[in-house]
């Protein structure tokens, strides 16, 4: 694979969670696969008081922690951590960056650096509008010679005014191809594998509309509760979570027409037309398409876990989504009147991301016992865990007569490579050091995400608890998923849930 030009990456927020526990053990895995730049130094800032040495401690612990064959004293280790440094600065006062101008030169004389660099904010995105006039008013963010690139993590706004208040802050210091939007589900190998399904075999193509797909389900549950983020949940639920951007950008890459090339700009100029092909709820669909749910305490795997409420920082009123099942459309001749069904939850029985795109059934049924209707003929994308991907169809079982039986043809990633999969983080990164957007997002399509996001969060607002259901944890969701179901047109629905289960 190519290798990056030699740069600097600036890790803003670098005492935090995502920097230990994803972005450093991520260029670690780079390093030992040999697709780090020739020249490459991680200069860490935050508040925090941390010495060099510190924080290459705090950064072995994390990747011993995603690695537990690895030993402290690996020589490769070793040598990793010498290329990461630090600098602790209060990087809300934009008066004061100087301190990182004059680290950043040094280290660049001292390694003999081009000037190239990437800012990657890992910090709580209050930091968001901040950072970025500290470095530009530090002279960071120009160079005559080398790039500037900036990394901003999800959440990209709260709303459609606030991303686009972001955007025009950020294009006014940086261009708009140096903007990097990150969002981790793009750098999932079985996400990025959608495009060569679907791109590279002849097969699917003909299949893959309207005409021949009855519905499409994204499902990602999780076992987790909020953790220690509670502040931030508080603010956000799982709309904003989990669908405005990651499922989202799942159901882009279902929906997407063939691009023209596979450079990034075709790519994301397809995407962006599917968000803004997304339907806009009216009154009366937001009331039966959207089932909206909170946990209350129950068991997930044979442990007794609190209630939302009960969890740290979280309001003891808290009217805040920890579920969301939705049906959305998009309004365009590909996909005209074929639902996508969308669900995510925390504290749900099962961790597990899937999509399952359900084709129609056939027009008459021949055979006795015939596993009817579209739960019949399926492509299951699991996205984690036990990445795969299956076509389930029916076949007779062996015998007199004619049962049929619905059976799954599986690939299991496992089966291609015994290596583990990189991580998410590994893939992006190397995209951002290699100047490569195609899995990033862009402006147009936040912003039509928002559009689409905002109304739901205004009716939300209104209503307060009117409508929120709940649900105990460790459960399949809220018991009124039914009305989802039973409102729906579509009966088939229904047996496949049977079967997702
Ligand atoms: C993050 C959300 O973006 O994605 C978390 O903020 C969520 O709330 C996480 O738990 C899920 O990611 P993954 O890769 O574990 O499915």
Redesign the pocket.
Same mark, same amino acid.
């Given at each position: 694979m190519e290798k990056a030009d030699s740069q600097m990456l600036v890790i803003l927020g670098a005492s935090g969670d995502l920097t230990t526990r994803k972005l450093i053990p991520a260029l670690y895995e780079l390093y030992i696969r040999n697709l780090l730049p020739e020249n490459f130094v991680v200069l860490g800032v935050a508040r925090t008081a941390l010495t060099d040495d510190e924080f290459r401690q705090k950064q072995r612990d994390g990747i011993l922690a995603s690695q537990k064959e690895l030993s402290a004293k690996d020589i490769r280790l070793n040598l990793f951590l010498e290329c990461l440094f630090y600098v602790n600065f209060d990087t809300r006062d934009t008066a004061v960056y100087g301190v990182l101008k004059d680290r950043v030169n040094e280290l660049q004389k001292r390694y003999l650096l081009p000037d190239n660099i990437i800012f990657y904010m890992a910090t709580p995105p209050e930091m968001y509008e901040v950072i970025p006039v500290g470095l530009q008013k530090s002279g960071l963010t120009y160079s005559a010679t080398g790039f500037r690139r900036i990394v901003v993590e999800?959440p990209f706004g709260t709303n459609l005014k606030s991303a686009q208040h972001l955007t025009r802050l950020l294009e006014s210091i940086f261009d708009e191809h140096d903007i990097f939007r990150i969002d %981790? $589900?793009l750098g999932?190998e079985t996400v990025q594998n959608i495009l060569v399904l679907r791109f590279s075999n002849g097969i699917f193509e003909p299949l893959w509309n309207r005409n021949y797909v009855d519905y499409v389900e994204i499902i990602?549950t999780?076992t987790?509760g909020?953790e220690n983020?509670g502040n931030y $949940?508080e603010t =956000?639920g799982a709309l904003r979570?989990?669908i405005q951007? %990651?499922l989202l950008q799942l159901m882009a890459f279902i929906a997407m027409e063939p691009p023209a090339t596979f450079d990034p700009e075709s790519i994301r100029d397809e995407i962006a037309k599917v968000f803004r092909s997304l339907h806009h709820y009216t009154p009366e669909e937001l009331q039966k398409q959207i089932v909206r749910g909170q946990y209350i305490a129950g068991n997930i795997e044979g442990e007794k876990v609190q209630s939302y409420r009960d969890e740290k920082n979280v309001d003891v009123k808290s009217v805040r989504e920890t579920y969301v099942a939705m049906k959305l459309e998009l309004d365009n001749w590909r996909w005209g009147g074929t639902p996508f069904y969308i669900y995510t939850g925390?504290r749900l029985a099962e961790?597990k991301?899937e999509i399952i795109i359900h084709f129609k059934s056939t027009p008459q049924q021949l055979f006795v016992g015939q596993c009817s209707g579209s739960s019949c003929n399926q492509l299951v994308i699991r996205v984690?865990p036990d990445e795969s991907i299956a076509l389930r169809f029916g076949l007779k079982v062996p015998g007199s007569g004619f049962e049929v039986r619905q059976v799954s043809m599986d690939f299991l990633y496992s089966s291609l490579s015994d290596k583990k999969l990189p991580d =998410?983080y590994e893939r992006l990164l190397l995209d951002v050091m290699l100047g490569d957007s195609t899995l990033y997002s862009r402006a147009d399509a936040q912003e039509a995400s928002w559009r689409f996001i905002d109304p739901i969060i205004d009716d939300w607002t209104k209503k307060g608890n009117e409508g929120l259901t709940f649900y105990p944890a460790g459960s399949e969701g809220p018991r009124n998923i039914g009305q989802l179901i039973s409102l729906d047109e579509k009966p088939n629905f229904v047996r496949c849930k049977a079967i997702v289960k």
């Open positions: 999800k %981790h $589900y999932k990602s999780e987790l909020v983020r $949940y =956000a979570d989990m951007n %990651h925390k961790k991301t984690q =998410a």
